[in-house]
């Protein structure tokens, strides 16, 4: 299957074309400062308000697409938005992975793809009671350097409350496009006023949004672990099959490989079966449908097949990160240590709608390479752990004779 296509003006894309396919994590929230995953940034970077419970059970429903064009094409004719009546369709549908987005937030993703954007540092996901907490904080980035940390509850945006507000508005105002939702996000250099709390504490902080940069991939060697190789995985980007493969060819031959898949929140399936392709000799990595039509995903180039590799995944593991795992697991390539994943299996390709807004809609699901269902079983470990996962996972590869 080819990779996300290019186009000479992004805001123009091809009716009905499959640009990417992406397994994306929860729900749609694009990231002004972060990738999409299992959380949105509101300059912050992903795609949900996000329960991290693994084995959701699916809806079964996926919402249709010649409906939804229907409606926006209906509405613009009236001199509504087409974007928000394609959004009530996809909401009636049951569908909770379909998405509608307008030509700037879908720009905004292809950037977040590219693994560059312009934000605060801040992921974001919707809590309990509709209350919209902090998942995730960029090192180095203006909300890292602010002290904003995981689990603070982020009250208001610019003075405007966030509480029971879809994490995608939240994350337009992070952005700084909620003003022009057909338009870029705001520049480099311009201020966003966040209400934040902690505990009993409440404060007010303003940031000045930069250009930021996603590590998706990084590599260290623990100390005392005996030449281990550890290399987390947080989204799958462009590039990130490659950045795996560089990781692998420098790890030690006798210390044994660690893939850290937790909190993984999914991207582009082809970069997740890439990455497989590094830890694999040729073959099958998944099989998904496409409107009822069966295709394959392989590993393209032999990778290294020798070097003892364990594989870490929790609840918040999701989508092209579950079909990484599964790959591993399936061929027999790694041990699977950790808690059940997410369990989110279903294909989602996008189309652009008469006024340029793009609906990104659920056309199938991907089964592992043993045909397994992903979709609301998530996967299982070899081995689960819900604590003290990492300390078990090097037992593991001392047993499988890496020095960990």
Request: with cysteine; hydrophobic share 40%; net charge positive.
């Amino acid at each position: 299957m080819s990779g996300p296509c290019s186009y000479d003006r992004p805001r123009r894309i091809r009716r009905g074309a499959a640009l990417t396919l992406v397994f994306v994590s929860v729900l749609a929230t694009g990231a002004a400062t972060g990738t999409w995953g299992d959380d949105a940034e509101g300059a912050a970077g992903s795609r949900a308000p996000g329960p991290t419970a693994a084995g959701l059970a699916p809806t079964g429903r996926n919402a249709d697409r010649e409906a939804v064009e229907r409606a926006a094409s209906q509405a613009i004719e009236d001199g509504k938005s087409g974007a928000k009546a394609a959004a009530d369709v996809v909401s009636r549908s049951g569908d909770r992975w379909s998405a509608i987005y307008t030509a700037g937030e879908f720009e905004d993703f292809q950037r977040q793809l590219d693994g560059a954007y312009v934000g605060v540092g801040l992921w974001v996901r919707q809590a309990a009671g509709g209350r919209i907490a902090v998942s995730r904080v960029q090192p180095g980035s203006p909300a890292a350097h602010a002290g904003i940390a995981v689990g603070d509850r982020l009250r208001a945006v610019d003075g405007r409350a966030s509480q029971g507000r879809p994490v995608t508005e939240v994350v337009g105002r992070l952005r700084g496009d909620a003003g022009d939702p057909h338009g870029p996000p705001a520049a480099v250099g311009t201020p966003v006023e966040l209400d934040l709390q902690r505990g009993d504490r409440r404060w007010t902080t303003t940031l000045h949004r930069t250009r930021l940069r996603t590590r998706n991939v990084t590599t260290d060697r623990p100390a005392g672990a005996d030449g281990l190789t550890r290399i987390k995985i947080t989204a799958f980007a462009k590039g990130t099959g490659e950045e795996v493969r560089r990781a692998v060819r420098g790890a030690s031959p006798h210390g044994g490989l660690l893939l850290d898949l937790r909190g993984n929140t999914g991207g582009l399936v082809t970069e997740a079966a890439a990455s497989a392709a590094a830890f694999l000799d040729g073959g099958l990595v998944a099989t998904y449908d496409v409107r009822g039509s069966q295709r394959a995903l392989y590993a393209e180039r032999p990778g290294n097949t020798r070097i003892p590799l364990v594989v870490l995944v929790d609840g918040g593991t999701i989508s092209a990160g579950e079909l990484l795992a599964g790959a591993l697991q399936d061929r027999g390539r790694a041990i699977v240590v950790g808690s059940p994943t997410f369990g989110k299996g279903s294909v989602q390709m996008p189309s652009e709608l008469a006024d340029g807004s793009v609906a990104e809609l659920t056309v199938g699901h991907y089964r592992t390479p043993s045909g397994r269902a992903v979709d609301g079983h998530g996967i299982t470990p070899d081995l689960v752990v819900d604590h003290g996962a990492e300390k078990r996972a090097r037992t593991v590869l001392s047993g499988l004779g890496a020095g960990a």
